[in-house]
Every structure is written in C-alpha cells, then in structure tokens.
C-alpha cells in the first residue's frame, strides 16, 4: 500500500477474544479512528426492545430496521454510541441487550442497514480505522488492508469476562459464550467468520499488550509495504 493511505484494518473473532481492548489501544497508538460495529449491532437491539419489537419476530425486526438514527463516534480515546441522539453507551450492555443481539443481527434488513453505515464510516475516516467486529473481513470491508482473526479458548475468554462482570460464575459466563458464538457462526447472512486472508491470532496464551504490540507491528509491516 501507499504510505499515505489510510489504512483499513478489520478485526473479527468471538466474543471476549480481545477485539475491543486491542482495536481501540491499536487505533489510539497508531492515530486512527475506531469503530465498534458490535455496539451497532447491541445499539438497534436496545432500540427493538425498547420500542416494544417482538425479537423473535424477524418480519417485525425487518419492517422496523430502517427507523432508529444510529451515530458512532470514533474516537478510540473516547468511542460514543446515539440511537435517535439519546446516549446508549451503558444501556447496550445490558444482559437483556446482550441475549437478544444475535437474533436482531441475524436478519438480513439489519445487517444492510448497519453495514452500509460502516462502511460509509470507514470510507471518511482520514488517516484510517480499525473496525472491529464478527463480519468485517469477509463482507463489510473485504478489501482491508490488514484483516486479523483473534480466537482464544472458551475457559480463558470465560475467565476474562468473569472479572468483568463481579459476581458471575466462570461456567455460566462460558455457556453463555459459546451459544451467542454457535448463533452468530450459524446465521445465513455474513456470519462470524475467519477471511481466507485474515492472520489468525490465538491470544489464549498471551496478555493483552503482546496482542496490541504484535497487531501494531502488523500494521506497520503493511504500511512500510512487506
Ligand atoms: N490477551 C488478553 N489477556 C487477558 N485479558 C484480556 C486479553 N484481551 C482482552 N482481555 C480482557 O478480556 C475482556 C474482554 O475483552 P474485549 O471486550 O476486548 O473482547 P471482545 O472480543 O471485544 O468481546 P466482545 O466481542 O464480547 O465485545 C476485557 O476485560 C479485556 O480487558
Ligand atoms: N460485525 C458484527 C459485530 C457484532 N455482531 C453481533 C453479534 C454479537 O453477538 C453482537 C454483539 O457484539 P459484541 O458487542 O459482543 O462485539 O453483535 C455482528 O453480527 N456483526
């Protein structure tokens, strides 16, 4: 690539592999734009329950995708989330929110609707973005300079996100886990998936700065054209 193109970097994998912790020190230490496409997804889900949506219902999903005004701002330092300019950015980390996103994100007038806002979001980032999500490399920015696929086991990403969440037990956090990743792998529309030319980092082993610092070096490996 140029070195004066903005680079675009997608990160996709399973939940609590690491995407948002690295996506956002990555984009913060290299001055690019951050863009977190699952509190889109998390952000139309709260809208949906909200509004009295059946999420069960995918017609009724569909005929009310096109409504809510969703804006991202992508700042890494300080990433912003508006649905209709009401701040969401705590609400859609709800367990409410979070066991009904993969059947809102699943249907197919959602996706069109939240993928063509990313990708306009990608293509006005200046100086370049990392956008992270489950689809990113494969469909929402299949010509990514740099694609990464992060994994890591279900009992360390279950043991991450049980220190997040005080009082939650290790096995019920990895069931939980494993059932949003089995939906979000199975769906007919652009499902969680590693792209052909994404590089697979497994971070089971490694702390959060060794990721951070073998992504960075990605990049700029990519930037300086090797
Ligand atoms: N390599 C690592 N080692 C230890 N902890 C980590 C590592 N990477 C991330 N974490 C921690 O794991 C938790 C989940 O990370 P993060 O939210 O970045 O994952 P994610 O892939 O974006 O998850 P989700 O898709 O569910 O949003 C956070 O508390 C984060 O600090
Ligand atoms: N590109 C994306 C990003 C996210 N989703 C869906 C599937 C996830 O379970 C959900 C929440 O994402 P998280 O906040 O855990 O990263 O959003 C998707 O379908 N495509």
């Known amino acids: 690539m140029e070195s004066a193109t903005p680079v675009i970097v997608a990160i996709d994998g399973p939940s609590g592999t690491g995407k948002s912790s690295t996506s956002k020190a990555v984009a913060a230490q290299l ?6 496409t699952g509190a889109q997804y998390r952000a139309i ?3 949906m329950v909200n509004n009295g949506i059946d999420t069960d219902d995918p017609t009724a999903i569909a005929a009310a ?3 809510p005004e969703i804006v991202s701002g992508t700042d890494p330092q300080g990433p912003t989330i508006t649905v209709d300019g009401v701040d969401v950015a705590g609400p859609i980390r709800t367990q409410e929110v979070t066991s009904k996103v993969s059947a809102v994100s699943a249907v197919p007038e959602v996706r069109a609707r939240i993928t063509e806002l990313q990708r306009s979001i990608a293509a006005s980032a200046a100086h370049g973005i990392v956008v ?3 689809d990113i490399g ?4 299949p010509d990514a300079h740099l694609k990464i696929f992060l ?8 043991a991450r996100r049980s220190g997040e969440l005080k009082g939650v037990d290790v096995h019920s956090t990895r069931e939980a886990l494993i059932k949003r990743d089995a939906a979000d792998s199975s ?3 652009s499902p969680l998936a590693k792209a052909d030319d994404a590089v697979e980092v497994d971070t089971t082993e490694l702390t959060l700065a060794q990721v951070i610092e073998c992504v960075v070096t990605l990049v700029e490996e990519k930037r300086a054209g090797k």
């Open 187 to 189: 769906r007919k529309t």
């Open 45 to 47: 889900t709260w809208w």
């Open 138 to 141: 494969t469909t929402v920015l």
């Open 132 to 134: 992270e999500g489950r």
């Open 31 to 36: 001055g690019l734009s951050y863009l977190d």
């Open 151 to 158: 994994t890591a086991s279900p009992e360390a990403r279950a």
């Open 65 to 67: 995708a096109g409504k």
